[in-house]
Protein backbone atom coordinates (compact mmCIF):
# COMPACT_ATOMS: atom_id res chain seq x y z
CA UNK A 1 0.00 0.00 0.00
CA UNK A 2 1.54 3.41 -0.92
CA UNK A 3 2.04 5.80 1.86
CA UNK A 4 0.61 8.91 2.25
CA UNK A 5 2.38 12.37 1.86
CA UNK A 6 3.66 12.61 5.51
CA UNK A 7 4.54 10.11 8.21
CA UNK A 8 1.18 9.70 10.05
CA UNK A 9 -1.18 6.78 10.25
CA UNK A 10 -4.93 7.46 9.10
CA UNK A 11 -7.89 5.13 9.47
CA UNK A 12 -9.57 4.73 6.52
CA UNK A 13 -12.64 7.26 5.55
CA UNK A 14 -14.58 5.59 3.54
CA UNK A 15 -15.94 8.00 1.39
CA UNK A 16 -20.29 8.31 0.50
CA UNK A 17 -19.61 10.05 -2.66
CA UNK A 18 -17.13 10.22 -5.11
CA UNK A 19 -17.49 12.43 -8.67
CA UNK A 20 -15.23 13.51 -11.20
CA UNK A 21 -15.68 17.22 -13.46
CA UNK A 22 -12.75 17.61 -15.48
CA UNK A 23 -9.57 18.84 -13.33
CA UNK A 24 -11.50 18.52 -10.01
CA UNK A 25 -12.60 15.08 -7.93
CA UNK A 26 -15.08 16.13 -5.56
CA UNK A 27 -15.74 13.53 -2.31
CA UNK A 28 -18.54 13.74 0.40
CA UNK A 29 -18.36 12.06 3.41
CA UNK A 30 -21.21 11.45 5.66
CA UNK A 31 -20.22 13.50 8.43
CA UNK A 32 -20.58 16.25 5.96
CA UNK A 33 -17.02 16.53 4.89
CA UNK A 34 -16.66 17.73 1.35
CA UNK A 35 -13.15 18.38 -0.69
CA UNK A 36 -13.31 19.92 -3.92
CA UNK A 37 -9.11 18.36 -5.21
CA UNK A 38 -8.02 20.20 -8.53
CA UNK A 39 -5.80 17.30 -10.78
CA UNK A 40 -2.75 19.27 -9.93
CA UNK A 41 -2.75 19.54 -6.58
CA UNK A 42 -3.46 15.78 -6.75
CA UNK A 43 -0.54 15.08 -9.12
CA UNK A 44 1.75 16.81 -6.60
CA UNK A 45 0.75 14.59 -3.99
CA UNK A 46 0.79 10.94 -5.86
CA UNK A 47 3.94 9.27 -3.91
CA UNK A 48 7.03 7.92 -5.81
CA UNK A 49 5.81 10.61 -8.18
CA UNK A 50 5.18 14.05 -7.64
CA UNK A 51 6.17 13.39 -3.62
CA UNK A 52 9.50 11.57 -2.52
CA UNK A 53 8.92 8.31 -0.99
CA UNK A 54 11.43 9.27 1.17
CA UNK A 55 11.07 12.59 2.00
CA UNK A 56 7.92 12.60 1.75
CA UNK A 57 8.52 16.41 -0.05
CA UNK A 58 6.76 17.42 -3.50
CA UNK A 59 9.06 16.71 -6.53
CA UNK A 60 7.09 19.40 -9.07
CA UNK A 61 8.75 22.30 -10.06
CA UNK A 62 6.11 24.64 -10.67
CA UNK A 63 8.03 25.41 -14.15
CA UNK A 64 6.72 21.78 -15.34
CA UNK A 65 3.35 22.20 -14.37
CA UNK A 66 0.72 20.83 -17.18
CA UNK A 67 -1.75 22.87 -16.43
CA UNK A 68 -4.78 21.32 -18.66
CA UNK A 69 -3.41 18.13 -16.64
CA UNK A 70 -7.66 16.58 -16.14
CA UNK A 71 -8.89 13.41 -14.42
CA UNK A 72 -10.71 10.53 -16.29
CA UNK A 73 -11.81 8.37 -13.60
CA UNK A 74 -12.15 8.29 -9.67
CA UNK A 75 -13.49 4.78 -8.02
CA UNK A 76 -13.04 3.61 -4.32
CA UNK A 77 -11.16 -0.05 -3.39
CA UNK A 78 -13.39 -2.59 -1.84
CA UNK A 79 -11.93 -1.44 1.70
CA UNK A 80 -12.85 1.97 1.43
CA UNK A 81 -9.25 3.44 2.46
CA UNK A 82 -8.11 4.22 -0.75
CA UNK A 83 -9.40 6.18 -3.54
CA UNK A 84 -7.90 5.07 -7.08
CA UNK A 85 -7.37 8.38 -9.27
CA UNK A 86 -6.91 8.16 -13.48
CA UNK A 87 -5.50 11.25 -14.37
CA UNK A 88 -5.96 12.10 -18.51
CA UNK A 89 -2.54 10.62 -19.36
CA UNK A 90 -3.70 7.30 -18.04
CA UNK A 91 -1.69 7.60 -15.02
CA UNK A 92 -3.37 6.21 -11.76
CA UNK A 93 -2.59 7.69 -8.07
CA UNK A 94 -4.01 6.26 -5.13
CA UNK A 95 -4.77 8.14 -2.13
CA UNK A 96 -5.86 7.40 1.53
CA UNK A 97 -9.15 8.52 2.21
CA UNK A 98 -7.84 9.41 6.38
CA UNK A 99 -5.70 11.70 4.42
CA UNK A 100 -8.22 13.03 2.45
CA UNK A 101 -10.63 13.49 5.06
CA UNK A 102 -7.95 15.19 7.11
CA UNK A 103 -7.62 18.18 4.71
CA UNK A 104 -11.50 18.17 3.94
CA UNK A 105 -11.71 18.55 7.70
CA UNK A 106 -9.48 21.59 7.95
CA UNK A 107 -6.73 19.88 10.08
CA UNK A 108 -3.68 20.62 7.72
CA UNK A 109 -4.03 24.04 8.35
CA UNK A 110 -1.63 25.97 10.56
CA UNK A 111 -3.68 25.62 13.37
CA UNK A 112 -4.56 22.64 13.09
CA UNK A 113 -3.79 20.02 16.25
CA UNK A 114 -3.46 23.03 18.25
CA UNK A 115 -5.60 24.31 21.28
CA UNK A 116 -7.68 27.63 20.38
CA UNK A 117 -6.52 30.37 22.48
CA UNK A 118 -8.50 32.08 25.02
CA UNK A 119 -8.03 35.33 26.05
CA UNK A 120 -8.77 35.96 29.64
CA UNK A 121 -8.89 38.40 32.44
CA UNK A 122 -8.76 38.70 36.33
CA UNK A 123 -12.03 37.61 36.46
CA UNK A 124 -10.66 34.14 35.32
CA UNK A 125 -8.17 33.52 37.47
CA UNK A 126 -5.91 35.41 39.81
CA UNK A 127 -2.35 32.64 38.90
CA UNK A 128 -1.19 31.48 36.17
CA UNK A 129 -2.00 27.92 34.82
CA UNK A 130 0.86 25.89 37.05
CA UNK A 131 1.60 22.26 36.23
CA UNK A 132 4.61 20.28 38.17
CA UNK A 133 7.64 21.07 36.99
CA UNK A 134 9.53 18.61 39.36
CA UNK A 135 9.79 15.41 36.93
CA UNK A 136 9.22 17.27 33.90
CA UNK A 137 12.00 16.41 31.73
CA UNK A 138 11.29 13.55 29.53
CA UNK A 139 7.75 13.25 30.58
CA UNK A 140 5.94 13.57 27.25
CA UNK A 141 2.45 13.79 28.32
CA UNK A 142 3.20 16.41 31.32
CA UNK A 143 5.29 18.41 28.70
CA UNK A 144 2.17 18.68 26.49
CA UNK A 145 -0.16 18.96 29.03
CA UNK A 146 2.09 22.34 30.10
CA UNK A 147 2.46 23.13 26.56
CA UNK A 148 -1.04 23.32 25.31
CA UNK A 149 -1.99 25.71 28.74
CA UNK A 150 1.41 27.89 27.43
CA UNK A 151 -0.61 27.79 23.87
CA UNK A 152 -4.31 28.72 25.07
CA UNK A 153 -3.80 30.79 27.97
CA UNK A 154 -0.80 32.34 26.66
CA UNK A 155 0.56 31.82 30.04
CA UNK A 156 1.63 28.60 31.83
CA UNK A 157 3.84 28.22 34.98
CA UNK A 158 5.81 25.39 36.19
CA UNK A 159 6.37 25.10 40.16
CA UNK A 160 8.84 22.68 42.04
CA UNK A 161 11.18 22.65 39.17
CA UNK A 162 14.95 21.83 39.92
CA UNK A 163 16.94 25.01 40.82
CA UNK A 164 20.12 23.71 38.19
CA UNK A 165 21.18 27.14 36.74
CA UNK A 166 20.55 25.44 33.34
CA UNK A 167 17.12 23.94 33.62
CA UNK A 168 15.70 26.11 31.36
CA UNK A 169 17.70 25.58 28.98
CA UNK A 170 17.46 21.91 29.27
CA UNK A 171 13.53 22.71 29.43
CA UNK A 172 13.49 24.72 25.96
CA UNK A 173 15.68 21.70 24.35
CA UNK A 174 12.76 19.52 25.33
CA UNK A 175 10.32 21.56 22.51
CA UNK A 176 13.08 22.64 19.96
CA UNK A 177 15.77 25.10 19.27
CA UNK A 178 16.67 28.17 21.74
CA UNK A 179 16.37 31.63 20.19
CA UNK A 180 19.53 33.05 20.49
CA UNK A 181 19.62 36.50 21.30
CA UNK A 182 22.84 39.14 21.62
CA UNK A 183 21.79 38.60 25.73
CA UNK A 184 23.16 34.85 24.79
CA UNK A 185 20.74 31.50 24.75
CA UNK A 186 20.24 31.91 28.79
CA UNK A 187 20.49 35.07 30.46
CA UNK A 188 20.49 36.51 33.73
CA UNK A 189 18.23 39.29 35.11
CA UNK A 190 19.33 39.83 38.67
CA UNK A 191 20.47 43.41 40.16
CA UNK A 192 23.93 44.27 39.85
CA UNK A 193 23.76 47.57 42.10
CA UNK A 194 26.51 49.22 43.32
CA UNK A 195 27.12 50.96 46.76
CA UNK A 196 26.01 54.28 46.26
CA UNK A 197 22.76 52.71 44.65
CA UNK A 198 23.89 52.43 40.79
CA UNK A 199 23.10 49.80 38.31
CA UNK A 200 25.98 48.69 36.19
CA UNK A 201 24.36 47.11 33.44
CA UNK A 202 22.84 47.72 29.95
CA UNK A 203 18.93 46.82 30.59
CA UNK A 204 16.40 48.10 32.72
CA UNK A 205 15.65 44.30 33.50
CA UNK A 206 18.74 44.36 35.40
CA UNK A 207 17.84 47.28 37.86
CA UNK A 208 15.38 46.80 40.85
CA UNK A 209 13.27 49.02 39.18
CA UNK A 210 9.08 47.87 38.26
CA UNK A 211 9.02 47.04 34.96
CA UNK A 212 5.90 47.86 33.53
CA UNK A 213 3.67 45.69 31.36
CA UNK A 214 6.00 44.91 28.58
CA UNK A 215 7.33 42.67 25.74
CA UNK A 216 10.73 41.35 25.43
CA UNK A 217 12.85 42.91 22.19
CA UNK A 218 10.40 44.60 19.91
CA UNK A 219 13.27 45.59 18.54
CA UNK A 220 13.52 42.43 16.38
CA UNK A 221 11.35 41.67 13.23
CA UNK A 222 10.47 38.95 14.43
CA UNK A 223 10.44 39.30 18.71
CA UNK A 224 10.71 35.46 20.47
CA UNK A 225 8.07 33.75 20.62
CA UNK A 226 7.78 32.74 24.30
CA UNK A 227 9.51 33.64 27.10
CA UNK A 228 10.74 30.70 30.30
CA UNK A 229 11.94 32.83 33.45
CA UNK A 230 13.28 29.80 35.80
CA UNK A 231 13.66 31.60 39.55
CA UNK A 232 16.70 30.12 41.09
CA UNK A 233 17.15 32.67 44.10
CA UNK A 234 14.37 35.36 45.79
CA UNK A 235 15.09 36.82 48.90
CA UNK A 236 13.90 39.94 48.16
CA UNK A 237 10.70 41.63 49.21
CA UNK A 238 8.38 42.70 46.34
CA UNK A 239 9.56 41.62 43.01
CA UNK A 240 6.48 40.11 41.98
CA UNK A 241 5.71 38.95 38.47
CA UNK A 242 2.67 40.33 36.54
CA UNK A 243 1.02 39.35 33.55
CA UNK A 244 -1.63 40.58 31.69
CA UNK A 245 -3.07 39.10 28.56
CA UNK A 246 -2.84 41.09 26.01
CA UNK A 247 -4.94 39.84 23.76
CA UNK A 248 -7.92 40.62 26.06
CA UNK A 249 -6.39 43.94 26.49
CA UNK A 250 -6.45 44.59 22.36
CA UNK A 251 -10.27 42.75 22.37
CA UNK A 252 -11.04 45.76 25.14
CA UNK A 253 -9.16 48.44 23.36
CA UNK A 254 -10.86 48.04 20.09
CA UNK A 255 -14.42 47.86 21.39
CA UNK A 256 -14.14 50.56 24.50
CA UNK A 257 -11.18 52.92 22.62
CA UNK A 258 -11.47 52.74 18.96
CA UNK A 259 -9.51 56.02 18.45
CA UNK A 260 -6.67 54.26 20.61
CA UNK A 261 -6.79 51.10 18.84
CA UNK A 262 -6.34 52.63 15.39
CA UNK A 263 -3.46 54.82 16.48
CA UNK A 264 -1.77 51.67 18.05
CA UNK A 265 -2.47 49.23 15.53
CA UNK A 266 -1.09 51.90 12.87
CA UNK A 267 0.95 54.74 13.89
CA UNK A 268 5.09 52.77 14.12
CA UNK A 269 7.77 53.84 16.57
CA UNK A 270 11.76 52.74 16.34
CA UNK A 271 12.38 50.41 19.16
CA UNK A 272 16.04 50.32 19.81
CA UNK A 273 18.40 48.11 21.87
CA UNK A 274 21.45 49.82 22.50
CA UNK A 275 25.02 49.08 23.95
CA UNK A 276 29.00 49.05 22.91
CA UNK A 277 28.88 46.69 19.88
CA UNK A 278 25.33 46.28 19.10
CA UNK A 279 22.36 48.45 17.56
CA UNK A 280 19.13 46.60 17.27
CA UNK A 281 16.20 48.41 15.66
CA UNK A 282 13.28 47.54 14.30
CA UNK A 283 9.81 50.21 13.35
CA UNK A 284 6.29 48.79 13.92
CA UNK A 285 3.13 49.59 15.65
CA UNK A 286 2.61 48.92 19.08
CA UNK A 287 -0.17 46.00 18.29
CA UNK A 288 1.38 44.73 15.06
CA UNK A 289 -1.60 42.52 13.53
CA UNK A 290 0.59 41.24 10.74
CA UNK A 291 -1.07 39.61 7.72
CA UNK A 292 -4.33 38.10 7.78
CA UNK A 293 -3.53 34.97 9.82
CA UNK A 294 -0.31 36.45 12.20
CA UNK A 295 -0.02 35.85 15.81
CA UNK A 296 -0.60 39.65 17.27
CA UNK A 297 2.82 40.24 18.10
CA UNK A 298 2.18 43.46 20.46
CA UNK A 299 5.77 45.64 20.53
CA UNK A 300 5.81 47.18 24.08
CA UNK A 301 8.79 48.11 25.70
CA UNK A 302 9.61 51.94 26.56
CA UNK A 303 13.39 51.69 27.95
CA UNK A 304 14.06 50.49 24.25
CA UNK A 305 11.28 52.70 22.48
CA UNK A 306 13.49 55.34 21.04
CA UNK A 307 11.69 57.61 18.43
CA UNK A 308 8.49 58.07 16.84
CA UNK A 309 8.21 56.82 12.99
CA UNK A 310 4.96 58.77 12.26
CA UNK A 311 4.02 62.33 10.84
CA UNK A 312 4.28 64.50 13.46
CA UNK A 313 0.79 65.77 13.76
CA UNK A 314 0.34 62.01 15.14
CA UNK A 315 2.82 61.83 17.82
CA UNK A 316 0.10 63.53 20.97
CA UNK A 317 -2.52 61.05 19.59
CA UNK A 318 0.15 58.06 19.65
CA UNK A 319 1.11 59.04 23.25
CA UNK A 320 -2.09 59.37 24.58
CA UNK A 321 -3.16 56.06 22.71
CA UNK A 322 0.09 54.78 24.97
CA UNK A 323 -1.08 55.55 27.99
CA UNK A 324 -4.56 54.45 27.83
CA UNK A 325 -3.05 50.83 26.72
CA UNK A 326 -0.39 50.77 29.46
CA UNK A 327 -2.95 51.77 32.23
CA UNK A 328 -5.71 49.05 31.27
CA UNK A 329 -2.62 46.36 30.69
CA UNK A 330 -1.94 47.17 34.51
CA UNK A 331 -5.43 47.87 35.80
CA UNK A 332 -6.76 45.07 38.50
CA UNK A 333 -9.32 44.21 35.43
CA UNK A 334 -6.26 42.64 33.53
CA UNK A 335 -3.04 42.38 35.54
CA UNK A 336 -2.81 39.29 37.97
CA UNK A 337 0.26 39.59 40.38
CA UNK A 338 1.84 36.90 42.35
CA UNK A 339 5.40 36.27 44.30
CA UNK A 340 8.76 34.28 42.20
CA UNK A 341 9.78 31.52 43.97
CA UNK A 342 12.63 29.55 43.81
CA UNK A 343 11.84 26.44 41.40
CA UNK A 344 8.95 28.79 39.18
CA UNK A 345 9.51 28.94 35.46
CA UNK A 346 6.87 31.53 34.33
CA UNK A 347 6.67 30.34 30.56
CA UNK A 348 4.53 32.70 28.44
CA UNK A 349 3.48 33.96 25.01
CA UNK A 350 5.79 36.76 24.65
CA UNK A 351 3.99 38.65 21.48
CA UNK A 352 0.76 38.37 23.25
CA UNK A 353 1.38 38.70 26.72
CA UNK A 354 2.44 41.51 29.13
CA UNK A 355 4.51 40.74 31.98
CA UNK A 356 6.59 43.10 34.03
CA UNK A 357 7.43 42.84 37.84
CA UNK A 358 6.49 45.22 40.79
CA UNK A 359 9.83 47.24 42.54
CA UNK A 360 12.37 45.12 44.57
CA UNK A 361 14.15 46.27 47.41
CA UNK A 362 17.83 45.39 46.99
CA UNK A 363 19.70 43.70 49.41
CA UNK A 364 18.56 39.73 49.18
CA UNK A 365 19.32 37.88 45.85
CA UNK A 366 16.62 37.69 43.08
CA UNK A 367 18.17 35.38 40.32
CA UNK A 368 16.20 34.39 37.40
CA UNK A 369 17.55 32.83 34.64
CA UNK A 370 15.24 33.37 30.90
CA UNK A 371 15.30 31.76 27.56
CA UNK A 372 13.55 32.69 24.51
CA UNK A 373 12.14 29.91 21.77
CA UNK A 374 9.67 30.72 18.85
CA UNK A 375 6.56 30.43 18.01
CA UNK A 376 7.21 27.70 15.45
CA UNK A 377 9.08 25.01 17.54
CA UNK A 378 6.95 24.80 20.38
CA UNK A 379 3.89 24.53 17.65
CA UNK A 380 5.66 22.13 15.99
CA UNK A 381 6.36 20.22 19.42
CA UNK A 382 2.35 20.91 19.66
CA UNK A 383 1.44 19.33 16.80
CA UNK A 384 3.29 16.26 16.82
CA UNK A 385 2.52 15.52 20.33
CA UNK A 386 -1.50 16.38 20.23
CA UNK A 387 -1.50 14.31 16.51
CA UNK A 388 0.63 11.04 18.29
CA UNK A 389 -2.16 11.42 21.54
CA UNK A 390 -5.48 11.91 19.17
CA UNK A 391 -5.25 10.55 15.72
CA UNK A 392 -7.08 11.96 12.57
CA UNK A 393 -9.52 9.77 12.60
CA UNK A 394 -10.46 10.43 16.37
CA UNK A 395 -11.30 14.24 15.65
CA UNK A 396 -8.19 15.29 17.32
CA UNK A 397 -8.00 19.13 18.72
CA UNK A 398 -8.23 21.82 15.92
C1 LIG B 1 12.73 41.16 31.92
C2 LIG B 1 11.62 40.94 32.83
C3 LIG B 1 10.86 40.13 34.94
C4 LIG B 1 11.31 40.03 36.36
O1 LIG B 1 13.87 40.90 32.30
O2 LIG B 1 12.47 41.56 30.76
O3 LIG B 1 10.51 41.11 32.43
O4 LIG B 1 10.50 39.51 37.13
N1 LIG B 1 11.90 40.52 34.07
O5 LIG B 1 12.41 40.48 36.70
ZN1 LIG C 1 10.62 41.28 30.19
Redesign the pocket.
Known sequence: MSPTPDFYQYDARPVAQISVEHQWLRLDWEDGAHLAAHALWLFENTVGIGTDVSTREGLVDPANLRLDMSLCDAVADVTGARIVVTFDDALDASFHTGWLHHVATGQHKAEGHLPSQVPWTTSDFSHPPSHDGGQILGASEALIGWVNDLLTFGVARLQNAPLDPDFGLRLGEQLGAIRDTNFGPIWD?RADVDLAGRADTN?T?NTTLR?GP?T?LPTRETPPGFQF?HCIANETKG?W?TIADGQAVVDALQSEHPEHYDALTTLRWIFFNRGPGIDHRWSGPIIDLGVTGSPLTIRAFYPVRGFPDMDPVDVPRAYAAMKVFSQLASSPRFEISFP?TPGDVLAFDNRRML???TEFTAGGRRH?R?IYIDHDDVRSFARASNRRRQPASSGGTI
Open positions: VSALHDLGSFHGRLG
